[in-house]
């Protein structure tokens, strides 16, 4: 169990090392890490405490965390702790390292190599993730038929001598194949995660590569078995990850808190990935990322968009909730108002209560190896 979440004190990281005969090698691939990304001289390592004698413990020093996430705020950590020499891959790595080694529970890897592998995992899927742009629709979906078959009913599969990895690019990036495809924001979340995965498997591990493969040729995995293989939750609902708490790449639940319009199908909430710098993703207009301001406005005011269309289903129209949501950024005491009814931890499934739309908990690509 973890321990309680301290509001002005970060735990970070811990570095097993069971794999090494000997401190040396965890503590020089560490130093090598945060060298590499100009995080040397903010970064605390310590033995860690009852573990082996070769593990390591490392957290953002306090004089940082107080200047640059006081607590646990990362939405502003790429602007605060810039690093203008770097940039690309590196720069999106050193700003999710940072807000790892600002952790508010423990993050525990076996080695040195597993933690640099889950970062590059994370990068490739907030990467991917910005460059997503698709259709929304929650009743049917189609994929590109160069790298798929099958149907939204029993489920697409990837087609033989095609890769994962074009296949799930070519379905969500329109450069590819000159058009949008059809997607729920749940069942394109899960794609971009097996993305991520697949794109670090070619790098690090075949074996894990082709058995994912082979899975995905037979039957894409999806929500439940998608949850128990392929992502672990961080935190819970009693011991929840703080409200303004995010790495790059992190898979974020936000919940629709209210009870009407959260019954138009596909508006029960909204999966996103956190890009890093204080932004969301937006599958339908990636141009315009969400921050969390944003996001939270939006989703209130689905209340305000939903109405019984001609057919007697309950709909959503988005015109309203985007005139809605100007209203309100117009208004400071409604602005205000909000908020504060939407930064607060969701309700469970199924209750519609004091609830806001902030989930107590982030999903987190598991480990290759």
Request: aromatic residues 10%; contains cysteine.
């Amino acid at each position: 169990m973890s321990q309680p979440v301290n509001a002005s004190v970060p735990v970070g990281i811990r570095i097993e090392g069971s794999r090494d005969p000997s401190p040396a090698p965890s503590l020089a691939e560490f130093h090598r890490l945060i060298s590499r990304l100009g995080l040397q001289d903010v970064t605390e390592i310590t033995p860690a405490a009852h573990q082996t004698r070769n593990s390591l413990e490392a957290r953002l020093a306090q004089r940082y965390f107080d200047m640059w996430c006081p607590g646990f705020d990362t939405l502003q950590l790429n602007t605060l702790a810039h690093a203008p020499e770097l940039s690309g891959d590196l720069a999106l790595s050193r700003e999710a390292l940072l807000a790892m080694l600002a952790a508010p529970q423990v993050m525990i890897f076996e080695s040195v190599a597993q933690l640099e592998s889950h970062i590059r995992v994370r990068v490739h899927i907030a990467k991917a993730a910005a460059k997503t742009s698709l259709a929304f629709n929650t009743e049917a979906a189609q994929r590109p038929t160069e790298f798929w078959q099958g149907d939204s009913e029993n489920g697409f599969v990837i087609r033989q001598g095609v890769s994962l990895e074009e296949a799930i690019i070519a379905a969500t990036q329109p450069e590819i194949t000159g058009r949008q495809y059809e997607f729920s924001c749940y069942r394109a979340a899960e794609y971009l995660v097996l993305l991520g995965l697949a794109q670090e498997a070619k790098l690090v591990n075949s074996t894990y590569l082709n058995a994912l493969e082979a899975q995905c040729r037979q039957q894409v995995p999806r929500s439940d078995p998608f949850h128990t293989t392929y992502v672990y939750e961080y935190g819970t609902p009693d011991n929840p990850i703080p409200m303004h708490y995010y790495v790059p790449g992190d898979r974020v639940w936000f919940k629709n808190p209210d009870d009407r319009s959260s019954d138009v199908k596909g508006f029960e909430g909204s999966w996103v990935f956190y890009l890093g710098g204080g932004l969301f993703s937006n599958f339908w207009q990636r141009d315009k990322p969400f921050d969390l301001t944003s996001k939270c406005l939006e989703i209130y005011h689905w209340r305000d968009g939903v109405y019984v269309n001609a057919n007697g289903i309950l709909s959503m129209d988005e015109s309203v909730v985007e005139h809605q949501v100007a209203q309100t950024r117009r208004s400071p005491e409604k602005f205000k108002h909000v908020m504060s009814k939407m930064m607060v931890y969701r309700d469970p499934s199924g209750v519609y209560a004091h609830g806001g739309c902030i989930d107590s908990t982030r999903e987190i690509p598991r480990a290759l190896f």
